[in-house]
């Protein structure tokens, strides 16, 4: 009798590991295949290649899910990524964030001005830098080695009244061009972010 309660329980255990491992290989697919729909625009594991995509590895999950939410609302305006985030679950959205937010950013050399990322990074560290860190823990999203071309259509977006997603940024920008009258400034500080490696 007890040896077939022993059985009965070591089958019962086994029964219970096979199924664990099949859902988390199930799981496991699932996320390959949502990754795998995101790469060919936002390259390998989401360090960009193309100048007017930008990267998404090491993006925060909160701001990958808000962004993906916005886009899907018409909040934040995008080119087809509104029709591509329809398509999927807040769940979906939620598994590619925590695979996008492990990756490490891969920042690929971009040609810049010298003179004015000079400018630039101090213009950063005066504007910027309290938001967008370049080194060390950053409250949203990395811009050091984004594209120039995708940041330029952001900022633009920003600039009229496109994007409502951030109102935060929207002011900042404001303050940034009052502050500074000048368009070559909104430039260098492009130059500064492409510098960065």
């Not at 989401?46 to 998404?56: D, E, L, Q, R």
């Not at 594209?147 to 330029?152: A, G, Q, S, T």
Request: proline residues 3%; neutral net charge.
């Amino acid at each position: 009798m007890h040896l077939l309660k022993y059985i009965l329980l070591l089958i019962t255990g086994l029964m219970v590991t096979l199924m664990v491992s099949a859902i988390e290989r199930n799981t496991a697919a699932q996320v390959s295949m949502l990754v795998n729909t995101c790469v060919g625009c936002h390259g390998n594991d989401g360090s960009s290649v193309g100048p007017a995509t930008p990267s998404i590895a090491g993006m925060r999950k909160p701001l990958f899910i808000k962004a993906m939410q916005d886009m899907k609302t018409g909040k934040r305006p995008s080119t087809i990524m509104g029709l591509v985030a329809k398509g999927y679950t807040d769940e979906e959205i939620e598994m590619m964030a925590d695979f996008f937010s492990k990756q490490k950013l891969v920042r690929y050399t971009q040609n810049f001005d010298h003179e004015k990322a000079e400018r630039g990074k101090e213009l950063h560290k005066q504007y910027c830098d309290g938001c967008h860190k370049i080194e060390g823990r950053t409250l949203f999203n990395t811009l050091a080695g984004q594209w120039v071309p995708y940041l330029k259509v952001r900022l633009s977006d920003f600039r009229n009244n496109n994007d409502t997603s951030s109102s935060m940024m929207t002011s900042a920008l404001e303050y940034f061009i009052f502050h500074n009258n000048s368009e070559e400034s909104l430039d260098d500080l492009l130059h500064f972010y492409a510098s960065q490696k």
